[in-house]
């Protein structure tokens, strides 16, 4: 991790809304290079709307974002993406038609790559996630849970991000397989310096992993601090860790 102080994600103030219903309201958070951060919270909390509202889908009322000290509030989805910023959303929404291959393919298709780029890009997912290459001709929509969620991270990493946001990873997910995706994000983290935020229910896992963390309750951040000194809280214990997931 990189100890330089200006932020790769900064954001400021930043609301948001779904028709009349305000899901964030006025939320500011910092991403330094080579972080990763973790927004935890309970279901409806607003964690998944922030990492929509960063690219752009719903657009923010009020607030600013900036990415590598560029304002991005009012920039199209399409070039948010350009920018290599990533997001494997909620829900693992990969091509169930197509195979790992082509799914793969559609990742670097979202930035402009050349065919050296792919094949390096192809070899860390492959290195990353082997069970994806033993299975790289195969349909995506026939694929474990747990290897779909790889192909989603996967297919993020195609386009080469400098950010890459992930949405509940973990969500559904036998415990082994959901710590296997989690070794993978430190791995990356570690060997590559990726920046990685990541929305979660599951507090534990996530906080273990992330250098630092925020806490979001009704559209609101109400605690940040490192990943360690929120996971002896007794008040994150008790409300996200003792009674587990909290759907």
């Known amino acids: 991790m990189t100890s330089t102080s200006q932020p790769l994600l900064a954001i400021r103030g930043l609301r948001a809304a779904y028709g009349k219903i305000e899901a964030l309201k006025g939320v500011d ?19 998944s709307t922030l990492m929509m509202t960063i690219f752009g889908r719903p657009r ?4 600013q974002i900036e990415f590598d000290g560029r304002d991005i509030t ?10 290599r910023i990533a997001q494997s959303p909620e829900g693992r929404r990969i091509f169930p038609r197509m195979s790992v291959a082509e799914n793969l393919q559609m990742g670097a ?17 492959f290195t990353l996630f082997p069970r994806l290459k033993e299975r790289i001709a195969q349909r995506g929509g026939t694929l474990s849970g747990g290897e779909q969620q790889m192909l989603a991270i996967g297919r993020a990493l195609m386009s080469r991000p400098r950010l890459l946001m ?31 935020l990541i929305v979660e229910q599951n507090a534990n896992h ?16 109400t605690l940040s601090g490192s990943g360690s000194e929120l996971l002896q ?4 214990r008790a409300a996200y860790l003792e009674g587990g997931r909290h759907t």
């Open 29 to 47: 958070i910092d991403i330094k290079p080579g972080e990763i951060v973790a927004l935890i919270g309970a279901n409806g909390a607003g964690k």
């Open 166 to 196: 992930l949405d509940e990873p973990s969500l559904g997910l036998a415990p082994l397989i959901a710590r296997q995706i989690f070794d993978a994000i430190g791995t990356l983290n570690r060997q590559d310096g990726l920046t990685v």
């Open 60 to 63: 923010a009322k009020s607030g």
């Open 109 to 125: 298709d979202a930035t402009e790559c050349s065919d050296s780029e792919r094949e390096a890009g192809l070899e860390r997912v």
């Open 206 to 221: 996530a906080l273990k992993l992330a250098h630092r963390g925020y806490v979001m309750v009704n559209g609101l951040i």
């Open 233 to 236: 809280r007794p008040e994150i």
């Open 74 to 83: 009012g920039v199209p989805t399409h070039e948010i993406a350009r920018l």
